[in-house]
């Protein structure tokens, strides 16, 4: 019988290599800041190639999900010799974790391209512990009279050649799956459009 390739879910995936690095100049000096305070049990959701690893704190064990096979296999390739880090195939809407499991979630640049937002950071507040912390750099819909419209205007293209929603209310959404508000802190890293959020996750 003939082999099927399984699709792969991440478009930008093949082309990824591309722009790291150029990326990763605008970008990387985020990580960081964003890694600090995470300990313990780490879930890192989308982990992509696995940008973040090199710059958590010592001590902290890592599982890192993503469910694209093309972006897991390069961090696997980077990473999957180090003992504290565990990298698997897994979709952030369904997550194979017993409820309670995680110390720190940490998420970056990746729910621009979820398909059911409230659905995944359902899943994260069930997986992290109760007065576990949730960290997440995204970038967001601008409220900026001219930016926020043109960001509505190109979102189908972008969203239609790439997955990635340019337009996304995420401090909204994350209301909508159970945070909150009161234990949502936020902070603008570029305009109003990348902010960096940390969480606490109380029940
Ligand atoms: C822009 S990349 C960011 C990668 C990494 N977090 C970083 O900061 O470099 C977005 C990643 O999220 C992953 N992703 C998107 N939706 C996902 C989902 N539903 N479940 C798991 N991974 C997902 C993609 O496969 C991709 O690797």
Redesign the pocket.
Known sequence: MKKTTPKE??P??SV?GLFERPLERL?GKW?KPLLEKAHGEVL??????G??IPHYPDGVHITG????RK?LSKAKKRFSHLSSVDLLL????KLEFADDSFDTVV????FC???NPVN?FREIKRVCKDNGRIFL?EHVRSKKPVLGPLMDFFNPLVAGLFKDHINRNTLTTLEKAGFHPDTIRSENLWLDVVKRIEIVNVS
């Open positions: 879910k991440y930008l995936a990824y970008i990580r890192e959701v989308g982990v992509g190639t940008s973040n999900i993503d469910f694209s972006m897994m979709d952030a809407e998420v970056s640049f990746v391209s979820v398909e995944g750099l």
